[in-house]
């Protein structure tokens, strides 16, 4: 099919460097809408694909599912959004629209989901590519709106580190008689307190890091528990509803198990892979807990927790660097050096 070639960032494999990239974007069919990309937010999950840590990159990859843009180019039977229009994209382009789960509005658990990049592009016959290029073309069912009282940098991180905290804030019920956890401080870790203190939890952190502490009270939360010692981790035990753990890499989940309580869950949303040491079932059984995971959400989800931002005025804390400072951003949010997440300011490809 017809195509524009456009400027992107990406790499053609595990140990390169990310670099600028031509790749193609479909021409706009009915349905369609070609987005001219303004901000794309920087995920952990951008830096494990690009560096095949899950196993199943397929290069080249070009990143980025945080995406707020113009709308520049819509198609015939667009009826959801106009040329000029500010829109968002986030983790999801394309699902089978037909499965229960689609019916549900839960796309992102559709077994024919198209991910933003690294999923199957059937227009082209190519490697979807995400938001670290110069525009992008999506289907208008899976383009979002944007509160027009927003900071547009600020925003593109709630399309993928928001919905993936808020789905499960949402699923679990979490409101003002709730006591919610959050493992780790990054880019999920600092919007699940954001939306947890706003849903009217009470709102712990846990953290590796003592120099985090007073950043963590001033987004909001009640408690910083130094998950290293012990003796702070004594003092929480069976003190949780739900906890959302976001570390990215295996680590050991039995001593926040001992945090909740009665009915609580454990969400996994950060680490993909087996776990060691592996989960112990004693604690569970004796508490009647769960151990569960979570999927970035689905679009009308996505919707929802957008318009509460817009409500709330609820934005992520942003550093916005520019394309061509990625490989040492990757490198700072490997050392958790980023208060709370890098946005790419698009212009700067465009140069
Ligand atoms: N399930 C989903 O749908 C979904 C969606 C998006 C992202 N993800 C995944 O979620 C994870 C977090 O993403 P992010 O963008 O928030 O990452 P991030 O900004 O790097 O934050 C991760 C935080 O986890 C803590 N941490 C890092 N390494 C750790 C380790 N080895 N042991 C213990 N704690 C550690 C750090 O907090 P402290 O310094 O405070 O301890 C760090 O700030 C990534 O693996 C990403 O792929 C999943
Ligand atoms: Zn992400
Ligand atoms: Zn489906």
């Not at 699940?192 to 939360?221: Q, W, Y």
């Amino acid at each position: 099919m017809s195509h524009t070639v456009v400027k992107a960032y990406g790499t053609e494999s595990a140990e390169a460097e990310l670099k600028q990239l031509q790749i193609n974007r479909r021409a706009v069919t009915e349905k369609d809408i070609e987005i001219d990309i303004l901000y794309c937010g920087v995920c952990h999950s951008d830096l494990h694909f690009a560096r095949n840590d899950w196993g199943m990159t397929q290069y080249p990859v070009v990143p980025g599912h945080e995406i707020v843009g113009k709308v520049t180019q819509i198609g015939s039977g667009v009826s959801k959004h106009k040329i000029g229009d500010i829109v968002a994209v986030g983790c999801l382009v394309d699902s089978c629209r037909t499965c229960k789960n689609c019916k549900d509005d839960l796309e992102q658990y559709c077994p024919e989901w198209v991910g933003t990049y690294g999923g199957y592009d059937k227009h082209l016959d190519t490697n979807t590519h995400g938001g670290y290029s110069e525009t992008i073309v999506v289907g208008e069912a899976f383009v979002l709106s944007v509160p027009k009282n927003l900071d547009l940098a600020g925003i593109a991180p709630v399309l993928c580190a928001g919905i993936t905290t808020w789905s499960p804030l949402r699923h679990w019920n979490v409101g003002e008689d709730s006591k919610v956890a959050v493992i780790g401080l990054g880019g999920l870790g600092h919007m699940a307190i954001k939306l947890a203190v706003a849903l009217g939890a009470d709102v712990t952190l846990f953290s590796r890091s003592t120099n985090k502490i007073e950043d963590a009270k001033a987004l909001g939360t009640h408690q910083v528990i130094i998950s290293t010692d012990e003796s702070e981790m004594e003092k929480v035990l069976g003190k949780f509803d739900m906890i959302i753990d976001t570390v990215p890499y295996e680590h050991d989940l039995n001593p926040y198990i001992g945090t909740l309580n009665t009915n609580g869950t454990l969400v996994v949303v950060g680490y993909l892979g087996p776990l060691d040491p592996m989960v112990m079932t004693v604690p569970l059984i004796m508490g009647r807990k769960s151990v569960a995971g979570s999927l970035i959400g689905g679009i009308a989800e996505t919707q929802e927790l957008l318009d509460f931002c817009g409500k709330h005025n609820i934005t992520s804390d942003v550093e916005v660097i520019n394309m061509q400072e990625i490989n040492t951003a990757y490198e700072r949010m490997l050392k958790s050096d980023v208060k709370y997440r890098f946005v790419i300011d698009m212009k700067s490809l465009k140069s």
